[in-house]
């Protein structure tokens, strides 16, 4: 059965065909990234402005590197939340129109939920496992029963992960997106330079916090300004990487051993880090547990991903009809639509 996928929630216009949830048969993404570099974020209205211009060619091209009409498709999955509003209706609007005019069933898919599928376009995997999902707008421990029953033990409660990386690397002066950077540089730092205190939520072992650490970057950096001295870039970067890192994975390992999971998957932008994937890689050694993160191409935001989770989500029994909204926030494991 093949799905195609849509996938528009942030500066990524991706389409992709997607056989049996785990085959990726194509995989076009198209990125307004460069254009929203010299503002150091996404600038909503031109990602919304790109995704117009780039949707139909994007899928026309997706559906040819597949080989595929769309008569050979049996269903069109779309990501309807979360992420900025005028970027998912973009997707949103041109997987309606295309469902419609093809009489195609419409697939909704969250997509932190994709972030999660696309482990299961890089491995065999298969649910029951404990996920960590870390995003520019997520950073999560979800407990994923069934590919279609999650259940999120554990979150944050300011900034993701992804989202500290990015304005620490802006406070830095690095180029956008600033996870990005401070993963390339890291490794010509020190990461025991600065000391960085180990944040922890009240009454909530598995919750996150990150903009306290995010702070302290930023008060070492206007401190030194002030005082006109200069700082170590790359010191600085790899020990807040070091602490975002040790971080996610301290309440990810405790999670695990509390609710007696084995199998460990990260998923979403953040996995691409290095020190990220090494040191889960060791934690997960070390208790004898399996980890699965997916391939680096798959990390980022993708349509293969909804195309996989769209497939999942469809033998379940999810369709939309064409009044199908977008939503710029959802809980991943109490969705509506
Ligand atoms: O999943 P994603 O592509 O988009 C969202 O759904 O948010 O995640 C983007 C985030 C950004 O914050 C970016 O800095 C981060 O993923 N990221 C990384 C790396 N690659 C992307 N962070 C650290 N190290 C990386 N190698
Ligand atoms: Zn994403």
Redesign the pocket.
């Given at each position: 059965m093949k799905i195609l996928g849509i996938e528009s929630?942030?500066d990524?216009t991706a389409a992709a065909v997607v056989e049996d949830g785990r085959k990726v048969l194509s995989n076009v993404i198209a990125t307004s990234l460069n254009e929203h570099k010299i503002y150091g974020g996404v600038v909503p209205e031109i990602a919304s402005r790109r995704h117009a211009e780039s949707i139909s060619g994007v899928v026309e091209q997706a559906l040819k590197d597949a080989n595929c009409t769309m008569d050979d498709i049996e269903a069109v999955a779309v990501t309807y939340a979360p992420?900025l509003i005028g970027s998912l209706l973009v997707g949103v609007g041109f997987a309606k129109g295309l469902a419609l005019a093809c009489e195609k069933p419409l697939v909704p898919v969250h997509?932190?939920r994709g972030?999660i599928a696309s482990n299961y376009i890089s491995s065999d995997i298969e649910p029951p496992f404990l996920c960590l999902v870390?995003?520019?707008?997520?950073s999560h421990i979800v407990a994923v029963k069934s590919y279609t029953d999650f259940e999120v033990i554990g979150k944050t409660r300011d900034d993701?992960?992804?989202?500290a990386?990015?304005k620490a690397?802006r406070t830095m002066k690095l180029e956008?997106?600033?996870?990005?950077?401070?993963?390339?540089i890291s490794p010509q730092g020190d990461e025991n330079a600065f000391a960085f205190p180990k944040p922890r939520v009240a009454n909530s072992p598995y919750d996150y916090s990150f903009s306290g650490l995010k702070t302290v970057v930023i008060n070492i950096v206007h401190n030194a300004e002030q005082k006109g001295e200069s700082i170590n870039i790359p010191d600085l970067a790899a020990s807040f990487?070091k602490s975002v890192v040790d971080c996610l994975l301290s309440n990810f390992e405790s999670a695990a051993r509390d609710f007696g999971y084995t199998k460990l998957v990260i998923a979403?932008?953040?996995?691409?880090?290095?020190?990220?994937r090494s040191q889960a890689e060791k934690m997960c050694k070390k208790n004898g547990w399996s980890l699965t993160i997916p391939e680096l191409k798959y990390?980022?935001?993708n349509a293969a991903m909804i195309a996989s989770q769209g497939y999942f989500e469809y033998k379940n029994g999810v369709s939309a009809q064409e009044n199908l909204n977008a939503y710029a926030t959802m809980p991943l494991d109490n969705l509506h639509y």
């Open positions: 929630s942030c990524e992420g997509h932190l972030h870390v995003s520019g707008g997520h993701a992960a992804g989202e990386l990015d690397g956008y997106p600033g996870g990005v950077s401070i993963d390339r990487q979403g932008g953040v996995s691409a880090n290095s020190r990220l990390c980022g935001d």
